[in-house]
């Protein structure tokens, strides 16, 4: 879509690859988490029609998916083994590699916010657990009860994780019922890119466990010229193959496209681990990749014609932007 400077922009988001299968949910609870999957798309792309950086938009979508119950982060997240909420999130700005995270973080109501906040207030990359909820609080964002992120649905989740370690089935638990994770990405009319992702982690994860959400170069990255992506999947893996910046190798080093370095590395360099994984990514051209390996996930895009889709499985909705 061109705006007032007639340069290309771009937007995609993810809601996560922990999809469950379409016949397992009402038709109404499909729609109502592509809406608000549109609402996301929407909050992100009015800032870059209005000339709004590639920042200002991830994080304005994915503070809408923070904010609903559909999507695991902010409102809605996982519950680690212990039964508590621990938050991770991390934002990075293409055009500067300022890059900035929030670890195990327990009561920030939108803990991408927090992310964005330190990246701007100094040196530091990564705050973790208190530290990170202290920093929030002194930066007067918005702080809230464990009780504001837990749904019904995360608590039969975790009881469910919990009855198939139990029974050592953990094989057999859906990936809804394990994890799921929100991003966005974006390229802005002064062309530079940002990438965004917030999570709730895995249902039943150890205390204390940092997923790549919370890591630079994993779970996020964004470099002007080469890409943004936002992963979704068993974190440790995409930790373990610095998935970030590997598709971000690829690009630069063996002038791979956008759509075969992302498909490189979640159909070949992590297919031996037989996990879920997928990512949404936009390159330096505008162009927009949404590979996962999964039932579905939740993902949208706004391309640069200016055309919008959402999706939940293989179904692609087109509506106005
Ligand atoms: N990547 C997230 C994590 O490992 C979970 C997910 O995306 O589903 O914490």
């Not at 009402?26 to 992100?44: C, N, Q, V």
């Not at 930066?139 to 995360?154: C, D, I, K, P, W």
């Not at 940092?210 to 890591?215: K, L, T, Y």
């Not at 936009?282 to 590979?291: E, F, M, R």
């Amino acid at each position: 879509m061109k705006n007032a400077q007639q340069n290309p922009i771009a937007l995609a988001i993810h809601g996560g690859c922990g999809v469950m299968n379409k016949a397992d949910m009402p038709e109404s609870d499909w729609e109502a988490a592509r809406a608000d999957l549109t609402r996301a798309l929407k909050a992100g792309w009015a800032l870059l029609m209005q000339g709004g950086s590639a920042l200002d938009a991830v994080e304005a979508a994915v503070v809408v998916m923070e904010n609903s119950e559909h999507f695991n982060a902010g409102h809605g997240a996982a519950l680690n083994t212990d039964g508590v909420h621990e938050l991770d999130a991390s934002i990075m700005d293409g055009s500067t590699g300022e890059a900035g995270a929030v670890a195990m973080t327990r009561a920030i109501r939108n803990p991408i916010t927090a992310a964005r906040a330190l990246m701007h207030s100094g040196e530091t990359v990564m705050l973790g657990g208190a530290a990170a909820d202290a920093f929030a609080k002194k930066a007067g964002l918005s702080m809230v009860e464990q009780a504001y992120f837990t749904t019904e649905r995360r608590i039969k989740a975790l009881a469910s994780l919990k009855e198939h370690a139990k029974a050592g089935t953990d094989a057999k638990a859906s990936e809804a019922e394990k994890h799921g994770t929100v991003g966005a990405v974006a390229l802005d009319a002064q062309g530079h890119l940002a990438a965004a992702t917030s999570t709730g982690g895995f249902n039943n994860k150890p205390a204390g466990r940092i997923g790549d959400s919370a890591v630079i170069g994993a779970g996020t990255y964004a470099s002007d010229g080469v890409v943004a992506l936002s992963g979704t999947g068993k974190g440790e893996f995409f930790i373990r193959h610095a998935v970030g910046h590997e598709i971000a190798s690829r690009m630069r080093y063996l002038g791979e496209s956008l759509t075969d370095a992302c498909q490189h590395v979640v159909f070949t360099d992590l297919a031996p681990h037989d996990i879920g994984a997928g990512l949404v990514a936009v390159g330096a051209d505008g162009s927009i990749t949404a590979p996962y390996n999964t039932a579905g996930m939740f993902r949208g895009w706004i391309d640069t014609n200016g055309r919008m889709f959402v999706a939940t499985h293989d179904e692609i909705f087109e509506t106005q932007a």
